[in-house]
């Protein structure tokens, strides 16, 4: 029996045909739905915020002195870097499990198949980007200078394209590149500023160049590795649209293969053996573990430099308004960052309605696996605001840290502290709540008839995002009342960690009749 | 498995039932199972085979009549309870980031005289599983260290549905012969199953559910 070779290019267009067709059946009113909808969150939601981020960087660039440059330059490194390490998730290189499955395993060119996909994602990339250039070209710099600073951040759009679509190359990719942007970030941070607008439009063109080779790169990506995004994307779309975020964002985690012949000797006592486990599953979880670290050490400093005073070393915010808002992102960013930390905690929350495998209650297993994350919740965004400190006080005095830096870390005192702990707390307790939380209850699935329609799904959309929303509201809470009213923080945030204690436990009961 | 065995524990359903919502989920039931005795529990799917072992647990509180471990009613909040009960009912929740030796060292360090790992892992047949994480197990692979992790640890009375599942008939020997050996040093076992073969091999009395 003798093969025939199929023509690539004719399979192409047959294949092309064929989705052609799907497409066609797909198109329906929905798309003026989707359009009409996209409009909407624009004009209530995206420009809104984007006109408060322009008046807060604003306000607060000339604050942070000739340090601005370069903390923005560093924090670029930081943002491309973290683009590498998504593309283990997803990328511009992707496309649905039938497509992998039937026609990307094909004989046509997979540079051409690819190519419409990446360029797009490289599209979207690059208007983004665009559009973040301008708000910081706004709130910056002179009119002249505007769309030089549009053009360098649809540059560092592409950039950012072109992290994420090398991170799906391979875990050995995503190492190199992460660590060589971290380190690039180190040095930018340290740079004469005059040499930032050399550096943004090397960026820009290397975007650009990156844009131009993207199908090609893609075409290198492993099929099973593009099936395997697929599959895990389509399973985290299916969980978190049918109102379970918690397992849908478990699912994002790449499974477990670090450190697998490491042996222990456990410890005969239950809570520090808990705790060693702990450690061990942050230890072979290294990237995310790192990340998190970052990030609470990260958001710490962020709390800090919102929650000072205006006209203190750490004072680039004017007001309390300001101050919230970066507390809420700050809040959301605390919850967030604490995932890693906590799958020990989910793993015990889990096994609460089904057999005991260890001899220890529920409860004590719970707590137990909150010992390691919440320590770390506490430590990390301290030492953050002392990072932030040290360096507020040294910029301000506008010599190097020294004694005016360690001025700056003691000044972190009082209401910025107290700020922090308590939003580290609180933070924390929400991820035990997340991890109680079971599926959504069938109650609040009941409609909601109003003269604006079924209301049904706001319960939905609250129950499923309550954790990060709460978080982002505590974190707007106490940030403003650190800038606006120190006086009142204590109490507030006493109430708060009473109210989630109270909270954690209702959740619990319920899950041990679950 | 190990046992302290002194005296032999006895465990005692007498009269259970579980109605919820007007349906019935377990008939009125009663069961006796004597330390070194293995009971089989048989009948159709939905005769209440998982429900009466949930309710020998103590995890699930009958609607009438009640279940009694040396004369002490179960409930799974009493230390003593869990001490005494192993279950294999739901599969137990597994550490995404632990190895198979990793979770049986937790249960050999925190239970006093759990099996060692090496013992845990030979009964069945599970060393070159050894380094390998929840994730990278096939189905059946994953009910045998599910298996694993239950014998290990120290209990007078076993409470197994349906262990059989998944498992191939060498690897259903296996089971038989752990079952066997809990038997003989003196643990009661209590155990749903759908497999002529392992019941054959396994149980000192049969007990129809639902009937």
């Given at each position: 029996m003798t093969v025939r070779p199929v023509p690539a290019e004719g399979s192409l267009a047959r294949a092309r045909a064929v989705l052609g067709r799907r497409a066609t059946r797909a198109a329906d009113d929905g798309v003026v739905y989707r359009t009409y909808l996209v409009v909407m969150i624009a004009l209530v939601v995206v420009a809104p915020v984007l006109r408060a981020a322009t008046l807060a960087l604003a306000d607060a660039w000339p604050g942070l002195g000739a340090s601005g440059a370069n903390t923005a330059g560093a924090v670029v490194c930081a943002v491309l870097a973290a683009c590498a390490l998504l593309g283990a998730q997803r990328g511009p290189a992707s496309a649905s499990l039938p497509e992998i499955d039937l026609?990307?395993?094909?004989?046509?060119s997979r540079v051409r198949l690819l190519a419409p996909t990446v360029l797009r994602a490289f599209g979207v990339a690059a208007v983004l980007g665009a559009l973040g250039g301008g708000v910081f070209g706004t709130a910056t710099a002179p009119p002249a200078a505007w769309a030089l600073a549009i053009a360098v951040g649809a540059g560092l759009g592409l950039c950012a394209a072109a992290a994420v679509l090398a991170g799906q190359l391979g875990r050995g990719v995503r190492a190199a590149l992460g660590t060589a942007l971290v380190l690039l970030g180190a040095v930018v941070a340290l740079l004469?500023?005059?040499?930032l607008p050399a550096l943004g439009m090397a960026a820009a063109v290397i975007g650009v160049a990156g844009a131009a080779l993207a199908p090609g790169f893609a075409s290198r990506i492993p099929l099973r590795t593009l099936r395997d995004q697929a599959a895990r994307w389509e399973d985290v779309s299916m969980l978190a649209l049918s109102g379970d975020p918690a397992i849908a964002a478990a699912r994002l985690g790449a499974p477990v293969r670090v450190g697998r012949r490491w042996r222990w000797r456990v410890p005969r006592r239950a809570v520090p053996a808990i705790l060693l486990r702990d450690l061990r599953g942050a230890l072979r979880a290294p990237a995310r573990s790192l990340l998190a670290v970052a990030a609470l050490t990260g958001v710490g400093a962020v709390l800090a430099v919102a929650t000072g005073r205006s006209g203190s070393p750490l004072g680039a915010l004017p007001d309390a308004p300001a101050a919230a808002l970066v507390g809420a992102v700050a809040g959301a960013g605390l919850y967030a960052a604490l995932g890693p930390l906590c799958r020990g905690l989910g793993a015990a929350a889990e096994g609460i309605g089904g057999p005991g495998l260890l001899p220890l209650s529920p409860g004590r297993l719970l707590a137990a696996h909150a010992i390691l994350p919440s320590a770390l919740a506490i430590l990390l965004p301290v030492l953050g605001t002392m990072i932030a400190g040290a360096a507020g006080g040294s910029g301000a005095a506008g010599g190097t840290v020294g004694a005016s830096g360690a001025g700056g870390a003691a000044g972190i005192a009082g209401p910025i502290l107290l700020a922090v702990i308590g939003l580290a707390a609180m933070a924390q307790q929400l991820r035990v709540l997340a991890v109680l939380k079971?599926?959504?209850?069938?109650?609040?699935?009941a409609p909601i008839p109003t003269p604006a329609g079924d209301l049904s799904a706001l319960n939905v959309l609250a129950w499923t995002f309550d954790g990060p929303v709460c978080a982002a509201a505590v974190g707007a809470l106490i940030a403003g009342l650190a800038v606006g009213a120190p006086q009142a923080l204590l109490p507030v945030a006493l109430l708060i960690l009473l109210g989630l204690g109270y909270w954690i436990r209702a959740r619990y009961r319920t899950a041990r009749g679950r | 498995m190990t046992s302290d065995g002194a005296g032999g524990a006895r465990l005692v359903a007498e009269r259970v039932s579980l109605v919820i919502d007007g349906a019935t989920l377990l008939p009125e039931t009663s069961v006796e199972i004597d330390a070194g005795e293995c009971v089989a529990l048989l009948g159709p799917n939905g005769a209440g085979k998982t429900t009466l072992l949930r309710l020998l647990s103590g995890r699930v509180r009958p609607s009438g009549g009640r279940v009694v471990l040396r004369g002490s009613p179960v409930d799974e909040r009493q230390a003593a309870t869990r001490r005494a009960l192993a279950t294999l009912i739901e599969p137990p929740a597994l550490y995404p980031d632990l190895t198979i030796s990793d979770h049986l060292a937790l249960v050999a360090a925190l239970w006093d005289d759990a099996d060692p790992v090496g013992t845990a892992l030979a009964r069945f047949e599970l060393g070159a599983l050894r380094d390998r994480f929840p994730h990278e197990l096939s189905s059946g692979q994953r009910q045998l260290a599910h298996l694993a992790l239950v014998f290990a640890r120290p209990a007078e009375v076993l409470l197994l549905d349906e262990p059989e599942q998944r498992l191939d008939p060498d690897r259903r020997a296996l089971l038989a012969a752990a079952i066997r050996g809990a038997r003989e040093r003196g643990v009661a076992v209590a155990c749903a199953s759908h497999a002529p073969d392992l019941v054959e091999r396994v149980a000192d009395r049969r007990v129809r559910v639902g009937e």
């Open positions: 026609v990307l395993s094909g004989p046509g004469p500023g005059s040499w079971g599926p959504l209850p069938q109650r609040l699935l | -």
